[in-house]
């Protein structure tokens, strides 16, 4: 489906040096927060324990939050809804062994007066536990950036790699500053998230830079730019279509699944914006700057081309008997 529909390509490489000082500034922006403010990491990977609660009716959230924060083994700790108006959870940093063995007595005591209620769970994560899944949870990122760098040298070539790879950095980067902003709890489903994004956005730029490559072969101008233009505003309508599917759907989710999944729908959402941004403004310039050799392409493609041409003739030799 073309929802778009143009005589001449769009000049997207006409205002990539703006866009690449945004794009700076963004990061610079994004480092800034998770240097001074920091993301705010829950009980998977700080440690701590999660209470959940169900009532009978509708949970007196707000009389729950009074009783906890005045008790002093739950200082600090967090009251929100969970998936009904019903159930709710307490989330505290404090993990020994003596918080999990007597939670469902001292919570029972200490919530009483808030009504009929049924504790259905008592989750423990120590802090070597969660810094463990911490360090795990880096290790999948670093790997996935670096199978991907691998993969994309192969397919195409290093220049495509490492445009692709700044842009996979630049997305999470900003993703994870919009996280310490607005203090996100982080954790395994965020991470979840975090990588759902490596993968859309890769998805994103191999198209366009799918698109470049034929581009190269069949669009006669010599200038990579003239390239890039015309191949990114043949895919602008294949990349508006999918980005707003994805990015409605997610905001659906965002809006209306609650409290369980909020933080990983925002991840998305921002992830979606950032990643179909990165492939168009990040990636293709990037790939321009690096200096990638349209006559150096097509050489080796017309190289290859005959070598190829030259192995079925002597295949044909061969099979004929004729070598």
Not at 85 to 91: F, H
């Amino acid at each position: 489906m073309e929802v778009f529909k143009y005589k001449e390509s769009i000049n997207f490489m006409e205002n990539a040096k703006k866009f690449g000082v945004f794009s700076v500034i963004l990061i610079t922006l994004s480092l800034g927060l998770l240097f001074t403010k920091g993301l705010n990491y829950g009980i998977d990977f700080a440690g701590g324990t999660i209470i959940q609660i169900k009532y009978e009716g509708t949970a007196p959230i707000d009389k729950v939050r009074a009783i906890v924060s005045a008790h002093k083994n739950y200082a600090g700790a967090t009251v929100t809804s969970f998936g009904s108006d019903s159930e709710i959870v307490i989330r505290t940093k404090q993990a020994s062994k003596s918080v999990k063995g007597g939670a469902k007595v001292e919570v029972k005591k200490m919530l009483a007066s808030t009504g009929t209620f049924k504790i259905r769970r008592v989750d423990l994560v120590g802090p070597s536990v969660g810094e463990e899944l911490k360090t795990k949870g880096l290790m999948a990122m670093l790997l996935s950036i670096i199978g991907i760098l691998g993969y994309l040298s192969f397919r195409f070539e290093w220049r495509f790699a490492m445009a692709s790879v700044v842009a996979l950095v630049h997305d999470v980067t900003i993703a994870m500053g919009m996280l310490a902003l607005f203090q996100v709890e982080v954790n395994l489903p965020i991470l979840a998230a975090i990588l759902t994004i490596l993968g859309y956005s890769l998805n994103d730029t191999v198209i366009v830079f799918d698109r470049i490559r034929e581009g190269v072969r069949s669009i006669k101008s010599p200038k990579m730019e003239d390239i890039i233009n015309e191949s990114v505003t043949k895919t602008l309508s294949r990349t508006t279509l999918t980005s707003l599917t994805t990015f409605f759907v997610v905001l659906t989710l965002y809006l209306l699944g609650g409290e369980i999944i909020s933080g990983f729908s925002f991840t998305l959402l921002v992830g979606v914006v950032v990643g179909t941004y990165s492939s168009i403004f990040v990636a293709s310039p990037i790939l321009m700057w690096l200096n990638f050799s349209v006559s150096d392409f097509r050489e080796k493609e017309a190289a290859s081309l005959k070598r190829q041409k030259e192995r079925e003739k002597q295949r044909a030799m061969y099979e004929q008997g004729t070598m």
